[in-house]
């Protein structure tokens, strides 16, 4: 063998065993940092140990989560209730007695706190859905005012206040889902406008004004029979038919404590359709009866009315 190659071999068997005794040291030390291994001694001369956990890196800290912003929509309220009754009160009250320029400035000053409440208010994010639904109201209580300056009818009014009511119900649902203390009492009466056990007030306007009731009893305060053409006893009868068919078909849902009142008018409308007949039939024998039953059975549906509220039928 030549001397040349047996060097080589020589050279590769060493360095062989020199990774072998560092792969070796490395792993005893690991082994000793992680049993712990006497290390650098502590000021009373004992041996110190190293911890291998000590040792390794630890990932920061979780970031701490920033604290909720409060709600203070109590306090927003507080701020601007008293103003928002005063204008949703004086839409709620305006009637057809009420003078135009009186509604016409209800309407401009509903306008200006309107206008600030929505540029000029800052309500805290929680309280962001509450106040969208007071400028819906209001936007609502803006278009009742245009129809007491513009020729409206009866019926069309009624329905119009009807829709402000509904409205704000949505402001006190909107204000007691965020637990407000509701104390203003004019929400008050806007909840119990329709969710009272006796809701007569609502039923009033939605129904007897807004379904045309009261409309046809002004337009035809008596049956004159006498004098009514034959055309116009025959368009008359279809009218009170037809009223007195609604009312029995809507009677059903009407509150329990109204279904008195409502007896007294369809006892009325069919007293009215009775009386037409006979005179188409020349039954005049018979038109008296029904004629009488008339004014009892209205003057009884007020006086019922008013037992429940005495504000209805005035």
């Known amino acids: ?107 401009a000053a509903l306008k200006v706190w309107e206008t600030n409440l929505e540029v000029a208010d800052v309500a805290p994010p929680c309280a962001a859905a509450a106040k969208a639904t007071i400028l819906a109201a209001a936007k609502t209580a803006s278009d009742l005012y245009n129809f007491y300056t513009t020729p ?49 007030a609502r039923w009033y306007t939605e129904n007897y004004i807004g379904k045309g009731y009261n409309n046809f009893i002004k337009t035809n305060p008596k049956l004159d029979i006498i004098n009514l053409t034959t055309a116009q006893m025959t368009d008359l009868v279809r009218q009170f038919r037809t009223l007195n068919s609604s009312l029995n078909t809507d009677k059903p849902n009407f509150p329990e404590c109204v279904q008195p009142a409502a007896e007294h008018l369809i006892t009325y409308f069919k007293a009215g359709n009775d009386a037409l007949n006979a005179a188409l039939n020349n039954d005049m024998a018979s038109v008296q009866g029904p004629l009488t039953i008339m004014p009892t059975a209205l003057n009884s549906f007020y006086a019922t009315l008013k037992t429940l509220d005495p504000n209805l039928g005035t």
């Open 1 to 107: 063998m030549k001397s040349g190659s047996i060097g080589k071999d020589i050279t590769h068997i060493a360095g062989i065993g020199l990774g072998l005794t560092l792969l070796l040291t490395i792993i005893g030390i690991v082994t000793s940092l992680a049993i712990g291994i006497p290390g650098s001694t502590t000021p009373d001369g004992t041996p110190a140990t190293v911890n291998l956990a000590a040792m390794i890196p630890t990932s920061p800290p979780p970031t701490a989560t920033p604290t909720e912003i409060p709600c203070t929509a109590q306090e927003w309220w507080n701020t601007n209730g008293t103003a928002a009754g005063e204008v949703f009160t004086n839409a709620r009250n305006t009637t057809i007695n009420t003078r135009v320029p009186d509604v016409q400035t209800a309407q």
């Open 152 to 200: 409206t009818t009866e019926q069309q009014r009624a329905e119009q206040s009807i829709q402000l009511e509904d409205k704000l119900l949505t402001v006190y649902d909107a204000l007691e889902k965020l637990e407000i203390n509701i104390t203003d009492e004019w929400l008050i009466s806007v909840r119990d406008y329709t969710r009272s056990d006796c809701p007569a």
